[in-house]
């Protein structure tokens, strides 16, 4: 069944006339011919059209990089080569996204531009090599230009928000209903005219209407993407010790254009500058790989995967870890915080047909603590996406006890992307053979209710 995609302010609707066109919220530049332009993906659970080739050949990121054979692959596979597809049960409510599984947007097999060969010179392990003009991947929905939704009339919401909150008493299920199915333009929209209408600030009212993680989520969506990135960095780097988690799960695997606007937001709201604030709390080699992450310089998406260089990646690598004694943490990090996330599901790949085990195993076993599962989040950003937010859900929610603060901006930041919800929600189901919206035994009341909605429920 296809995705039926909202009226403009929706996802990968176009801005209004005169403007430039805003890309789909965390989604790839459009269609490039040539070299590096991305295939066209299946729908999310549905086998591949017919007449559809998986894109094959050097680099190639295998559909599961979780310590997991492919499934339904033999043991192992001719170096180069790609397992064959993954087949899913059908999952008839996801979007034409992509098939859960699935490669990143890049052709490895492809033949190369000429950037140089085999002999040619080896690029210095902490710097990028040479490359060819790539398009910076445009910034997410929420940390670009904020255009008005055509189309959307936020007039309405903004009443029916004052409405439930005026007087004695607050209609909860109002605030939900409004708000848990609004993308950052539409929000920005209620914001504006919430004010214009009724000289009120519609975050600082439901601030004093409602409490708790109830609370927090529907801040949370009212500030939206970029400003709660801001404010989670301030909580997470405030007071004692610091909240590691909040850091990997904002800074992270983020695209240069999203990673600048985040500092630039940050120095304008709280008057310092986001390296500082990360110099101060955290030291060492993990202060080394946060501050390799605020540079903003990783390969773009539409960046060529060149082979050689995938190799020499994957070669670092291995000397860096399993083929010395002792480990060069400093060069995973440098490789892991430039490269593109193509480049690192290509990396991934060719490092576990080179010698036959999962890079993520590798990592667990030579690193450990914060670093540990910052590296592990950026890989997972470049093999699968989807499943790395299925697994921080779950991380959340495991154990005695629920890790509140995590599972609100988590569930927040998921439901951002519509698209890409879907496809965490089956990745969720896949791993855990359950429905994310187990979520219920974690949560109550309107806290559950909000969040149960953030997810389409």
Known sequence: MAYQQPPYGGYGAPPPQGHSPQPPYNQYPPPQQGYGAPPVQPPYGQPPPQGYQQPGGYGQPPPNQYGQPPYGAPPQQAYGQPPPPQQYPQQGQYPPQGQYGAPPPQQYGSPAPPVGGYGAPQFPPYQNPPQVYSQPTPPSLGYGPMYAPQGYMPE??????????????????????VLANKDPMQVNAIRTAYYNRHKRHLLNDVQSEVSGWFEEGLCAIIRGPLQQDVVLLRKGTDGPGTKEEILNDVLLGRSNADMNAIKQEFQKTYRTSLESVIKGELSMKTERHFLMVLAANRNEESAPVVPQQIDQDVMDIYRATEGKTGTDELLVCSIFSQRSNAQIGAIAHTYKQKFTRDLETVIKKEFSGHMERALLHQLRTGT???????????????????????????????????????????????RFHKSVTSIRGETSGDYERLMVACFGE
Do not use: P
């Open 156 to 177: 309405a919401d903004a009443d029916l928000l004052r409405k439930a909150m005026k007087g004695f008493g607050t209609d909860e299920k109002t605030l939900i209903r």
């Open 384 to 430: 699968d996406r989807a499943m790395r937010d299925a697994l921080l859900l779950e991380d959340a929610m495991k154990g005695m006890g629920t890790e509140d603060r995590l599972l609100v901006n988590r569930v927040i930041r998921v439901h951002w992307d519509r698209n890409h919800m879907m496809q965490v929600k089956g990745a969720y189901q896949h």
